[in-house]
């Protein structure tokens, strides 16, 4: 069974970091496209990073530029999302996405990808 799964959200004050932690089984990532999305209470879902399966695009949102990153590590079949500098307005649920051969658009939202993992809570607050 194809599964991602995520790790690392929390509790965290404003200023403070997380590193989420998205391992997939059931397939290796290799040839995958990778990424984050989150939703917000009350928003609309939204893409915040992503990388293509060739490795050769990399983007993020605007409301997170500067202050995450994104990076896999193929061999542990695993990719991250390190966040520095959290604001309130990074709560949300964080969810970590992945496409056989995908792409990484500028516009994230025009990304597709079929694999999702079930969400992982972060929640910025003092």
């Known amino acids: 069974q194809l599964q991602l799964v995520e790790s690392g959200g929390g509790l965290v004050q404003p200023g403070g970091s997380l590193t989420l932690s998205c391992a997939a089984s059931?397939?290796?990532?290799?040839?995958?496209?990778i990424g984050w999305y989150r939703q917000a209470p009350g928003k609309e879902r939204e893409g915040i990073s992503c990388?293509?399966?060739?490795?050769?695009?990399?983007n993020y949102a605007d409301s997170v530029k500067g202050r995450f990153t994104i990076s896999r590590d193929n061999a542990k079949n695993t990719f991250f999302l390190q966040m520095n500098s959290l604001k309130h307005e990074d709560t949300g649920v964080y969810y970590c996405?992945?496409?056989?051969?995908?792409?990484?658009?500028?516009?994230?939202?025009?990304?597709?990808?079929?694999?999702w993992g079930q969400g992982t809570q972060v929640t910025v607050s003092s």
């Open positions: 990388i293509s399966s060739s490795g050769s695009s990399t």
């Open positions: 059931g397939f290796t990532l290799d040839y995958y496209a």
């Open positions: 996405v992945a496409e056989y051969l995908g792409g990484c658009p500028r516009r994230i939202a025009m990304a597709y990808f079929d694999y």
